[in-house]
């Protein structure tokens, strides 16, 4: 397909596209000619995957860069995998998290880290439990994937949930 029809498929505006080409996070088509190139379906799967790691992955072209990077050529290790993902994610660290809280003046009731500590390590267990591994390339895709665009997910479930104790105790 032609560029035209690969924005089309995609959602994804030509000059976008010439844009991610040109930053190299698409790879090139087949060269027909000086100023026109084929693209397949391995095309349009990593535009969508660049749309969801700069949307609701938040991530900036660097990070998506070595996103694509360790899927394209996986580390070593599956533990080596989660840290490629947590630098992409990468915002600010426990400390600086409760830094801002205290300078805020905001005070957590007597338990909560220790409560959202024994949920978040459910949660991980849970989906380090559910890393494939029949292949790296599968690893990667999982691990990465799932850090960078389950995060705004789970924020989301967080926002939903409060709602609903809200409702529950002041509706």
Known sequence: MRI????SRTDVPVATIKFYLRERLVHEGVRTAATQAQYDQ?????????RALLGPGGLSIAAAHQVIQAIEEPP???????????NAVAGPNL???LRALD?????????ALD?????????AEFEIDN??????????RYVVLGTVLLEPVILALRRRAEEEASARRFG
């Open 4 to 7: 035209s029809e690969l924005a």
């Open 42 to 50: 391995s095309h349009v799967a990593r535009l969508r995957l660049i």
């Open 76 to 86: 070593e290790s599956v533990y080596e995998l989660l840290g490629v993902a947590a």
């Open 95 to 97: 400390e600086d998290a």
């Open 103 to 111: 300078e805020a003046g905001f005070q957590l009731p007597e338990g």
């Open 115 to 123: 409560l959202y500590q024994h949920h978040m390590r459910q949660i």
């Open 131 to 140: 890393v494939p591994t029949d292949s790296p390339a599968a690893a990667v």
